[in-house]
């Protein structure tokens, strides 16, 4: 496809992964955030084997992951400490999941850009789409004309809602709380305990900082628990093992992060003409796989591979949604699935649970793990490199050992 200038909306993972992805083959692109400013935000997050792959399709693999903590041990606990299940990253598949900051993360990406491609305190209100472009209206009054607009606006995407206005984020019937501290001596094992009053994640991150989350069931927008502090969670998690007390006791209520939990029901399409959502406004999943950002760098690369590889560019927006959909799909049914299995909280379901969970072969969870993190991308060619070969047109993702 001829050069373009692309327009982006949303610099959060995915458009700004997008926005390095494009650049590299050629592209233009100008990101609008509806954020201020750009400031770290947030806890941490893991990226699985897939990301990390996606991530050397444009060759910062090895940077990235010099900013967080490879972790190939992932546990889940019952609330006394005893071990549910074990998953290990095999190392066919990579040098395992990098556990990350997200303010590290963000930054990483903020680097790979030049500052003039980033327009802050643009809040997207409405679009109107013509045979000659989209015509995007900001909160502000002020209007951008784009020839192709990537909608990366998020969960609650303004661009979603023009395209699509009766798709509406569910629900998950759950509530989080996170935060990040600083805890030698945590180890190198990744781990969610499950118990009657919520699950509790740990995660090692660099420098002996912990990312940990919280879940407990919840009516939406529960004021009692949108309220809760660190002292709360510590009467509220009191009966789970030492390791989570542990941690708790050295959480503060400084940037305790707290909001419920939704994803989006599976779309019909993500392709709307000139118009293409991806990341969380196309798929947006709950957390339970960790893997609705992976997803998101995904979609970057293949946008860009399908973009780099198709004469123009609404086709190569239906090929993109014919690739994504059913992978993003499976990942926000199974997702769901599992959140809603881990939130059991009656005692005898618990039980029940955990029993049956202790019987599975290991092998059952281990291949859920390697479907969502066994893929590999094609290389997306930077336009200084010599030649600019076309990447490979046909099985774009290489499943390795599904
Ligand atoms: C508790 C929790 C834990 C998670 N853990 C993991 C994990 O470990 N691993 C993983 O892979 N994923 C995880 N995720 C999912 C991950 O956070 C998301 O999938 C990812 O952040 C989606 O990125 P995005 O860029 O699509 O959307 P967002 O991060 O929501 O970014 C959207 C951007 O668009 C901007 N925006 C919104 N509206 C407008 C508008 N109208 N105009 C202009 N800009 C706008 C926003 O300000 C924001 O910067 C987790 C999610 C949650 C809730």
């Known amino acids: ?43 941490g997050i893991s990226l699985g084997p897939n990301a990390i792959n996606a991530f050397a399709a444009l060759d910062l693999k090895q940077a990235l992951l010099g900013r967080g903590r490879l ?13 549910l299940t074990r998953t290990q990253v095999p190392s066919d598949l990579g040098p395992g999941v990098l556990c990350i900051h997200r303010a590290d993360l963000h930054a990483f990406l903020l680097e790979q850009l030049d500052p003039n ?25 002020s209007e951008h004309h784009a020839a192709l607009l990537i ?29 990040v501290v600083h805890l030698p001596g945590m180890g190198d094992i990744a781990s969610e305990t499950w118990g009657p009053r919520g699950r509790f994640g740990i995660v090692p991150l660099a420098d002996d900082h912990v990312y940990w989350f919280a879940t407990s069931n919840a009516t939406e927008n529960d004021a009692r628990f949108a309220a809760f502090r660190i002292a709360d969670l510590q009467r509220h998690f009191a009966g789970y093992h030492t390791t989570v007390r542990q941690v708790l006791a050295h ?22 003409g000139r118009v293409l959502l991806i990341g969380d406004a196309a798929h947006a999943t709950t957390p339970n796989m960790g893997q609705g950002a992976c997803q998101a760098i995904e979609d970057a690369v ?11 560019a609404t086709t190569a927006f239906r090929a993109f949604e014919q690739d994504r959909m059913p992978r993003t799909s499976w990942v926000v049914r199974n997702s769901r699935t599992i959140g809603g299995v881990g939130q059991w909280q009656h005692p005898l379901a618990i039980a029940l649970r955990n029993a049956l969970i202790r019987r599975v072969p290991p ?36 499943a390795v050992h599904h």
Request: some cysteine.
């Open 251 to 272: 959480a503060s209520d400084e940037h305790l992060i707290h909001g419920g939990i939704h994803d989006l029901p599976p779309l019909e399409h993500f392709a709307h």
């Open 1 to 43: 496809m001829e050069k373009q200038h692309i327009t982006i909306i949303g610099g959060g993972i995915a458009g700004l992964t997008t926005a390095i992805a494009l650049k590299r083959i050629g592209h233009t692109v100008s990101v609008f955030e509806a954020a201020p400013h750009l400031r770290p935000v947030g806890a």
């Open 151 to 179: 909608a990366a606006d998020g969960i609650r995407s303004a661009v979603r809602r023009c395209v699509l206005p009766r798709v509406q984020p569910r629900y998950a019937g759950y509530a989080a709380w996170r935060g």
């Open 363 to 398: 092998r059952i969870g281990q291949r859920r793990f390697d479907l969502a993190n066994n893929v590999r991308f094609p290389h997306i060619p930077a336009v200084s490199e010599p030649g600019l070969e076309k990447t490979t047109s046909t099985g774009t993702r290489m």
């Open 302 to 312: 293949l946008l860009a591979h399908y973009l780099h590889n198709t004469p123009d």
């Open 117 to 141: 491609e980033l327009h802050t305190d643009r809040r997207v209100a409405s679009l109107i789409q013509d045979h000659q472009g989209v015509t995007v209206r900001f909160t502000d009054g």
């Open 71 to 83: 972790v190939r041990t992932f546990h889940i606990f019952d609330h006394r400490g005893g071990i």
